[in-house]
């Protein structure tokens, strides 16, 4: 069974950081791309960034581009998400997402950006920016 723990978060006063993790185990991760996504309060869960399978390749929603870094080792399992010059509107619980299987990053992206119901999550991290 997949598991994916997340931990990192915490208060931060607005243009602060922060970097999250996210240790997977269950499995082989080093050959499925990786992803964050955040749920704010009343909203829906909406994608934040992903990873491909070597790290090589990254994509970021528009809110977060050229503030946010995800980054894996995979000989730790592990998926990090550097989040820098964060806002009030970065406030949100923050999860970790493993691709259903082996693909290229653009379809797992297209597939996250369409709220595809995934069947693993951790239990998040909170992540508050005060301002």
């Known amino acids: 069974q997949v598991l994916l723990v997340e931990s990192g978060g915490g208060l931060v006063q607005a243009g602060g950081s922060l970097r999250l993790s996210c240790a997977a185990s269950g499995r082989t991760f080093s050959s499925h791309a990786m992803g964050w996504f955040r749920q704010a309060p009343g909203k829906e869960r909406e994608f934040v960034a992903a990873?491909?399978?070597?790290?090589?390749?990254?994509y970021y929603a528009d809110s977060v581009k050229d503030r946010f870094t995800i980054s894996r080792d995979n000989a730790k399992n592990t998926v990090y998400l550097q989040m820098n010059s964060l806002k009030p509107e970065d406030t949100a619980v923050y999860y970790c997402?493993?691709?259903?299987?082996?693909?290229?990053?653009?379809?797992?992206?297209?597939?996250?950006?369409?709220?595809?119901?995934?069947?693993?999550w951790g239990q998040g991290t909170q992540v508050t920016v005060s301002s």
């Open positions: 997402n493993t691709d259903r299987y082996p693909r290229p990053l653009g379809d797992y992206v297209r597939e996250a950006l369409r709220r595809y119901e995934y069947d693993y």
């Open positions: 990873i491909n399978w070597s790290g090589g390749r990254t």
